[in-house]
Structures are given as structure tokens and as C-alpha cells.
């Protein structure tokens, strides 16, 4: 993959990596806990910003929140976002 690699934050709510794809701004947050099911920073970032597809890379099982468009992918599968 070759594009742009940012963070961004905002008050209390921070996004560890943002990547530009063409035109688009692909946020991903990374939770250290298991059990961290709640991703306040990121539903903030997609209700801003409305970005096409959003990832929060933890300790959990796939799930795809389809309404917010964001996927969370267990850390092991993190990989395939760069491939």
C-alpha cells in the first residue's frame, strides 16, 4: 500500500491512524482490550466525517456494524488491510 498515514484528534476523541485512499479517508482505531466493545473516538470520527468504510482493530471476533459502516477485525487479520 502506498498513501499517507495521519492521526487525528479532537477534544477528547483521537483516531490512531487515518489512511488515504485516492480521494478517500479511511479511519482505524485500535483498542487494547478485550473488552472494549464501545469505540466512542471512531462513531465520533463517522458521524463527522462520513467516511466509506471505518476499521477498529482489537482483541474481539469479526463484526461488521453495517449501519456505521465499520468493521472490527480481530488483531490477527490486521495485516489485510495493508495487502
Avoid at 478517500?24 to 473488552?35: G, L, N, Q
Avoid at 466509506?52 to 449501519?67: E, L
Wanted: net charge positive; aromatic share 8%; with cysteine.
Amino acid at each position: 500500500m502506498n498513501s499517507d498515514l495521519i492521526a487525528w484528534s479532537k477534544g477528547q476523541a483521537e483516531i490512531e491512524f487515518l489512511i488515504k485512499q485516492g480521494e478517500h479517508i479511511i479511519p482505524i482505531e485500535v483498542k487494547s482490550s478485550k473488552r472494549s466493545l464501545r469505540s466512542k473516538s471512531l462513531d465520533s470520527f463517522v458521524d463527522r466525517y462520513k467516511p466509506i468504510v471505518a476499521y477498529k482493530i482489537s482483541g474481539q471476533n469479526f463484526r461488521k456494524n453495517k449501519k456505521k459502516k465499520i468493521s472490527t477485525l480481530p488483531i490477527y487479520l490486521c495485516r489485510k488491510l495493508v495487502e
